[in-house]
């Protein structure tokens, strides 16, 4: 997760439970969210995708103690960030996903952070650091780059950001199994695309 650090003297684990269904039911997501606080006093963080609406988030966050974020990806980003922070503020915090391609607007819109594939937080950290340092320009000139590998995440999908940490030296291939594998064309000019974007980005990488 790319966030800003809390503030409280206590630390603890959160936890992220993905919605049933595909988040089309808002009965049954607040049956299982409700099922998951009551089963854990860690902070819950609701994954928001398919049709979950941002009311039903608060209401869930309202009746269910334990739910202090969420990993907001359904619908429309930016305008949904804005309806949380003008409602009431019962959440801890919002997060985005999607890869973060509007990141710099989603902390302008009150997101606390993003939560990104591991290939290359790195140069999201640099872009989150500068941008709650106030370094508005050094923000965008950090989050350029990683806007790079942002669009290749989202051409390739998982074996392409599979293949990036394989270039980065945590895997040794870029193997998927199943679905994961088959949900986009991973060919070798893919390689190449995404050779050539950590080939330039890998000068701002941390290891």
Request: hydrophobic letters at 40%; aromatic letters at 10%.
């Amino acid at each position: 997760m790319v966030y800003k650090e809390r503030t409280r003297s206590t630390r603890h684990d959160d936890f992220i439970a993905i919605p049933l269904d595909g988040g089309q039911n808002d009965a049954k997501q607040m049956e299982y969210y409700t099922a998951i606080g009551k089963a854990c006093s860690r902070p819950l963080i609701v994954q928001a995708v398919g049709q979950m609406s941002v009311d039903l988030i608060l209401r869930m966050a309202k009746q269910i103690p334990t739910l202090k974020y969420v990993k907001d990806e359904a619908g429309v980003t930016l305008a949904r960030l804005t309806e949380y922070r003008k409602r009431e503020q019962i959440l801890d915090g919002v997060f985005t996903g999607k890869h973060g391609p509007t990141f710099l607007d989603d902390l302008a819109r009150g997101a606390i952070g993003n939560m990104p594939a591991a290939g290359f937080a790195d140069l999201y950290v640099a872009a989150w650091s500068a941008w709650t340092a106030g370094k508005r320009d050094e923000a965008m000139d950090a989050f350029g780059r990683a806007l790079l590998l942002i669009m290749d995440a989202q051409a390739y999908g998982v074996p392409g950001q599979k293949y990036i940490l394989q270039l980065r030296g945590v895997f040794p291939n870029s193997t998927c199994r199943g679905e994961a594998g088959a949900a986009t064309v991973f060919d070798d000019e893919a390689r190449e695309a995404i050779g050539r974007a950590v080939g330039y980005a890998k000068r701002w990488f941390k290891a």
